[in-house]
T-cell receptor, first 110, second 115 residues
């Protein structure tokens, strides 16, 4: 099956710093989502981005499907950004299953 | 919309007991997914339905696990008998698939502890 790798596994930053999280995948995809799992365990949708670039406030994401990677940018980090960020992909047509990466744990220090 | 609703939010049970987890998908969504999250295995898909019909149950770990979707607004995941290794957070998600969009939305999860 498709492999999804995220880096870095852990990231500790001061409040106000910027960060870039990376997701590499081993095959072509027709769905890619970024999620934030907050400290209470809830999975929150950030972006649905199988290709191209999207922005939502301080967050933006870019997926380069031909090179099989996606990037999540967080600017001016806040303590509420802490948690685990997951990339999940759906490989191939007719395959509706999401395969999750192992996540990046982000800790923002005040 | 209230989003995906799961119940109970927490369940503590003894080994050997039957456990039933419940999910109400977002109204109008035609796909429903059950996932399990553990420290060792991360997030993994157990089973998913399309228009109430099970499509792929290859992720269901054992015959002790079963899932049903009797109608478009309700699904259950049952474990019988439960074992300590079933302890995990179980998520339900739903989506409405259409051209150019297939975003999945997750419920708050059920934290299951089997002692």
């Amino acid at each position: 099956g498709i492999q999804v790798e995220q880096s870095p596994p852990d990231l500790i930053l001061q409040e106000g710093a910027n960060s870039t999280l990376r997701c590499n995948f081993s095959d072509s995809v027709n769905n890619l989502q970024w999620f934030h799992q907050n400290p209470w365990g809830q999975l929150i949708n950030l972006f649905y981005i199988p290709s191209g670039t999207k922005q939502n406030g301080r967050l933006s994401a870019t997926t380069v499907a031909t090179e099989r990677y996606s990037l999540l940018y967080i600017s001016s980090s806040q303590t509420t950004d802490s948690g685990v960020y997951f990339c999940a992909v759906e490989a191939g047509f007719g395959n509706e299953k999401l395969t999750f990466g192992t996540g990046t744990r982000l800790t923002i220090i005040p | 919309d209230a989003g995906v609703i799961q119940s109970p939010r927490h369940e503590v049970t003894e080994m050997g007991q039957e456990v039933t987890l419940r999910c109400k998908p977002i109204s109008g969504h035609d796909y429903l997914f059950w996932y399990r999250q553990t420290m060792m295995r991360g997030l993994e898909l157990l089973i998913y339905f399309n228009n109430n019909v099970p499509i792929d149950d290859s992720g269901m770990p054992e015959d002790r696990f079963s899932a049903k979707m009797p109608n478009a607004s309700f699904s259950t995941l049952k474990i019988q008998p439960s074992e300590p290794r079933d302890s995990a957070v179980y998520f339900c998600a739903s989506s409405l698939r259409r051209q150019g969009a297939a975003e999945q939305y997750f419920g708050p999860g059920t934290r299951l502890t089997v002692t």
